[in-house]
């Protein structure tokens, strides 16, 4: 139970590497607000499921690019459970194109929800966590921040311009309010996953020669599952990791390692 008694807010956390995320943090004794957007059953379910295991969830609706829906999620979640301990900014998508081709829509959606809405969510649940009494929280810290990034926020990657530069983004913005916000006791951190089976990325995994293509890419030589950050996501933001701030941890089965080097070079 390394979150117990905290609560945590969840970004896209109906589905994929996001509901792997809530559903750890619950069992971890966490109470967690579950953020969706489209797909309410899958979120409702969540919460049942939590709920029936003795944990306490609720799902909250909201687009995260935009300010206000951000503000009236963060306002229901502490109505209901009173603090915030965690931020976990989790929600993004992928509008693939060539680049010549990439519409300033594609463009635009892509940043609005994985930097706009990152912003917009970090910015409210630090002025949540300054809202709170000193003293009054569960944990060392005074607040605490996680992101998930992606291994492309260093790792460049062809027709998805919009993407990794969404990620690139994520990656300063993590590590400038890390620097700003540690003298308050805010840990900031992100999370980059490899390449892990969810809904993003099906294409890629879901039929056995896409599959054998991907692990080309991963020395380790599997897919990762949802679970594999979920359980890092609960390590980063209990106390067990409360000397570490302004980091990406990746979690990649070692796809950072430049794999085609493997037989080249
Ligand atoms: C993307 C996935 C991709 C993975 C590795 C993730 O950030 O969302 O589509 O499989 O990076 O390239």
């Not at 499921?49 to 935009?66: N, W």
Request: charged share 20%; hydrophobic share 45%; proline share 3%.
């Amino acid at each position: 139970m390394l979150l117990k008694g905290q609560t945590a807010l969840v970004t896209g956390a109906n589905s994929g590497i996001g509901a792997a995320i809530v559903k750890a943090m619950a069992a971890a004794g966490a109470n967690v607000g579950v953020n969706y957007i489209v797909n309410e059953d899958a979120a409702d379910r969540i919460v049942k499921q939590i709920t029936e295991d003795g944990g306490s969830a609720v799902a909250l609706k909201a687009d995260i690019s935009k300010e206000d829906d951000v503000t009236n999620m963060f306002k229901a979640l502490t109505d209901r459970f009173g603090a915030l301990d965690i931020l976990v900014s989790n929600a993004g998508i992928q509008r693939d194109s060539p680049f010549e081709q990439m519409s300033l829509e594609q463009w635009n959606e892509v940043i609005g929800v994985n930097l706009t809405g990152a912003f917009l969510c970090a910015r409210q649940a630090v002025r949540e966590f300054l809202r709170r009494e000193t003293g009054a929280t569960a944990s060392q810290a005074a607040g605490k921040i996680i992101f998930v990034s992606s291994v492309h926020e260093v790792v460049p990657w062809a027709h998805h311009a919009n993407y990794a530069s969404s990620k690139g983004g994520i990656m300063m913005l993590m590590k400038t309010i890390a620097q700003e916000l540690a003298p308050r006791k805010f840990r900031v951190n992100s999370i980059g996953p490899g390449a892990i089976k969810t809904p993003i990325n099906k294409q890629a995994w879901d039929s056995p020669q896409a599959a054998a293509k991907l692990e080309e890419l991963i020395p380790y030589g599997r897919i990762g599952e949802p679970s594999d950050i979920a359980r890092v996501a609960v390590w980063l933001a209990s106390d067990e990791a409360d000397y570490i701030t302004g980091a990406t941890l990746f979690v990649d089965g070692g796809m950072l390692l430049y794999p085609g080097f493997r037989t080249g070079g």
